[in-house]
């Protein structure tokens, strides 16, 4: 869930929808150059370039919440509270605000805290299809699973995206309903067709509905593939098992790669925290 | 025209699984200390560890809890630490003789494993711990003799933290060989700080360095032999939390499983020559359906739908869901189960730590009963109680778990901090009792009341070549109308925990069973024949 939630925080809050009517702002010109920092992955220098935005003007919102996801970002969720609360000070209605202070708490675990935010955010903002989602997430956590269902649905008409199409299905997948799994998963693919965790989705599918070698080669198709949540070792390990009755040297040989993955990152090589 | 269809197959209908929690009235006071101070030492979080085992071979099963310790010295400084013995009085009462026993123990305790490992017809008691593991060798006149250091069991520094332990005879030469599952590298003076800066969390297991497990190999001389690396056990860093033994593909070569917390699970194939292949991820028992690990806990292993095969069980924490492997007999590996059967999504909300299989309403299918509590910081992000109450899943014809807690006693609707859980039948009435262990709480003792009047047969295997509980003995029972139901002799259940070595069957309205076959670990096989049924049969290996 965090690693999920970290990569939605980069890529999936472009600043230039929430920045409109910031433009004249003194700080705008910094917080857009720090905005774009964050985004290519530049922390330090995006909270460098974001202080000063604030110094010019501090009341800019769109850089007080882009100062709270990169907070977020370090697991910072006191500090991103604080300034979201000055931006929500400053306008009540921001929406970004609103769905930020919601994921504080999500990331760290506080679902009672999270949901009122999440609702409060869903209700304020009617096309802001990521508190649909995030609310259904939170609540899928704490087995109101009709609820989740229901609430992926309302995310997907506000706003389409593979995202919210595969939480979906993968809530539809541990209920064994695989003919509405099969076709989120197909509509994520529709508006993704590269995406990572799309094809992964459709491999677990396969599996479960006894089609190794489909699930391969959608497995394979995965590997492939770069970005999304879902890590190599994962993918493997589907793999490992479409393989293992078509062609147990296959299935061999991504064990292996599991196990590699699991070497590289063993804990021999952890250092002790202080 | 249904029952009697039903009862012509031999099927009972399904009689609601009861107990009645009688721990205070049994006299079994006991409360898991864990030492917690405020400063969020992990083993605080761990412990619990249970041993159900007739220690005076008097017929009925006694208790053996471990208890935790003062941290950081790790010192029982105070009797409310001691690890305790309570003697069943064969009357559903029970006295305390730990002082008796001489078994109190020493530092923090975590886990328990009871069998005869000298085959001198007495079980004795292996208990591990955080700063130490002891070995205690019954001597069969109600007192124990502490021979970890003679047997060679207890010397490593640093000392590794053990949550579980198991005795298993893996070479088939007629003695107990000793299992110890390690979970991490802990030092109270060097503590990771976790959490936000504003409040102190316990830390994630990934915090912590992983350790190998560990096999001690019985020299039958009262001594052990470290075969950790010889075995090729000892090559396989995990977080080690609950073992199990079984035969997964009929080989005659006890394997075995170790849950694992946060990192993929470890399935040791038994090679039969000594050592040890891990195969987790070619069984497909390492990790969950979509490739994750999970926080694994409890674990047993047991034939949940009859086809001879044992299946496995893994209890996990909230939003993990418990995984059911469900073995597909020979070298075949295993199927995730979990979603089919109901028990992932079944689970998911709950934190899982000890459980077992047993047929609780001896209809013939082995149902699951789960210790539940959540880590005690979660309860506050979640906006509900870290304690749980325990759950019971009946087993519907080997196709589905069903979670019928609700109507399983007024208990069920009472939550706590439980922990390890340990099975046995206290007043012999054939059906199956529970006994758990809670964290800084009142332990339960659930008695079975199962209405119904279901048949049932228990086992006492008695080994002459193979080790004298006969553990690792498979055995199956073949019904008149065709069925057969299997089981093995083991007493590696759940987490931390130690139950009965009895080999019990639920027969459901069956009036009798056709056969009985044991099969000895080593290969032989013993045929028996006219088995009276609602009773416990020794069998002594012929």
């Known amino acids: 869930m965090m690693r999920h939630a970290v990569l939605f925080l980069v890529t999936f809050l472009p600043g230039g929808a929430w920045a409109q009517g910031y433009e004249r702002s003194p700080g705008y010109g910094a917080y857009k150059q720090a905005d774009a920092l964050f985004t290519a992955r530049k922390t330090s220098e995006a909270a460098g370039a974001l202080e000063h935005s604030l110094k010019l003007d501090p009341d800019l919102v769109p850089a007080l919440t882009l100062y709270a996801r990169i907070a977020m970002s370090i697991n910072r969720f006191e500090v991103a509270r604080e300034s979201l609360n000055r931006a929500l000070a400053v306008d009540p209605k921001s929406a970004n605000a609103r769905f930020l202070y919601g994921l504080s708490y999500y990331l760290s675990n506080d679902l009672q805290h999270a949901l009122p935010q999440f609702e409060k955010a869903r209700q304020e903002n009617p096309k802001d299809a990521r508190a649909s989602l995030y609310l259904g997430l939170t609540y899928e956590s704490i087995g109101r699973f009709d609820e989740a269902i ?60 006894e089609k190794p070698r489909l699930a391969a080669k959608e497995g394979e198709r995965a590997l492939e593939l770069s970005g999304g949540n879902v890590s190599d070792s994962q993918i493997h390990y589907l793999l490992v098992r479409a393989y293992r009755t078509t062609s147990p040297a296959l299935a061999e040989q991504h064990a292996e790669a599991l196990r590699r993955i699991e070497d590289r990152s063993a804990p021999e090589t952890k250092k002790d925290k202080p | 025209m249904i029952a009697v269809g039903a009862l012509a197959f031999g099927l009972a209908p399904a009689s609601p699984i009861a107990f009645e929690e009688v721990a205070h009235k049994a006299g079994l006071h006991f409360q898991l200390r864990n030492g917690e101070s405020g400063k969020f030492h992990q083993i605080e979080l761990m412990g619990g560890g249970v041993a159900v085992l007739d220690y005076n071979n008097d017929g009925c099963m006694d208790i053996f809890f471990t208890n935790g310790a003062a941290i950081p010295e790790l010192k029982k400084s105070t009797p409310e630490y001691s690890n305790r013995l309570f003697r069943n009085n064969c009357d559903m009462t ?46 069969g006149n109600g007192r124990f003799a502490d021979v970890t250091v003679k047997a060679g069991v207890g010397a490593q520094s640093p000392r590794p933290w053990s949550i579980s332990s198991g005795w298993v005879d893996y070479d088939n030469d007629g003695w107990l060989d000793l299992f110890i599952t390690n979970y991490v590298q802990w030092d109270p003076a060097k503590e990771p700080r976790c959490g936000l800066a504003e409040q102190q969390f316990y830390c994630h297991p990934s915090q912590y360095r992983g350790l190998p497990n560990q096999l001690f ?15 090729g056990i000892g090559a396989h860093i995990g977080k080690g939390m609950g073992v199990a033994f079984a035969d997964m593909d009929g080989d005659g070569f006890t394997d075995i499983f170790v849950s694992n917390d946060s990192v993929r699970n470890f399935l040791f194939h038994n090679q039969g020559n000594g050592t040890f292949r891990e195969m987790s991820l070619e069984t497909g028992t390492a990790l969950r359906d979509d490739g994750l690990p999970i926080a694994g806990m409890g674990t047993d292993w047991r034939d949940f739908d009859n086809d001879g095969s044992p299946d496995l069980v893994v209890a996990g924490m909230i939003n993990d869901g418990f995984l059911l492997f469900r073995n597909l007999g020979g070298n075949r590996g295993f199927e995730d189960a979990g979603e089919r059967s109901g028990l992932l999504l079944g689970t998911r909300q709950f934190t899982g730590w000890g459980l077992g299989m047993y047929d609780l309403d001896n209809d013939g299918w082995k149902d699951m009963f789960f210790g539940l509590a959540h880590f005690t910081q979660l309860g506050k992000y979640l906006g509900r109680d870290a304690a749980l109450s325990n759950r019971v899943f009946r087993n519907d014809g080997g196709k589905r778990f069903v979670d019928v807690s609700s109507t399983a006693g007024p208990d069920f609707h009472k939550a706590a901090l439980n922990r390890g859980v340990a099975f046995g039948d206290f007043d012999n009435d054939g059906r199956v009792d529970v006994v758990v262990s809670c964290l800084n709480g009142p332990a339960k003792l659930y008695r079975n009341v199962t ?55 639920g027969l459901g ?13 080593g290969g032989r096989t013993q045929q028996l024949r006219n088995v009276g049924i609602d009773r416990m049969v020794e069998v002594v290996e012929q």
């Open chain 2, 509 to 521: 309205s069956s009036p009798a069973v056709s056969s009985v076959e044991v099969r000895w670990p």
């Open chain 2, 217 to 231: 190999h019985n020299n039958r001389d009262g001594t052990f032999t470290d075969v950790s690396t010889k075995s």
């Open chain 2, 94 to 139: 029970f006295t305390d003789v730990t002082s008796e026993a001489g078994v109190g123990g020493e530092g923090y305790s975590m886990a328990v494993a009871a069998a005869d490992y000298d085959n001198d017809g007495f079980t004795d008691l292996f208990v591990a711990g955080v700063d130490r593991n002891i070995l205690y060798h019954n001597l």
């Open chain 2, 451 to 505: 209405p119904g009047g279901a048949h049932w047969l228990a086992l006492k295997l008695h080994g002459v070549h193979a080790n004298r509980q006969g553990l690792g003995a498979s055995v199956r029972v073949v019904l008149p109308d065709g069925r057969t139901l299997s089981n093995h002799a083991t007493t590696a259940v759940g987490y931390a925990s130690s139950s009965e070595p009895l080999v019990r069957f």
């Open chain 1, 150 to 209: 229901a609430l992926y649905e309302e995310s997907v008409r506000r706003q389409p995206s593979a995202e919210s199409y595969l939480a979906g299905a993968r809530l539809l997948h541990s209920q064994r309903r695989l003919d509405d799994c099969e076709r989120w998963i197909r509509e994520a693919l529709k508006l993704e067709p590269n995406s990572r965790d799309a094809h992964f989705e459709l491999t677990r599918l396969l599996l479960r509905q």
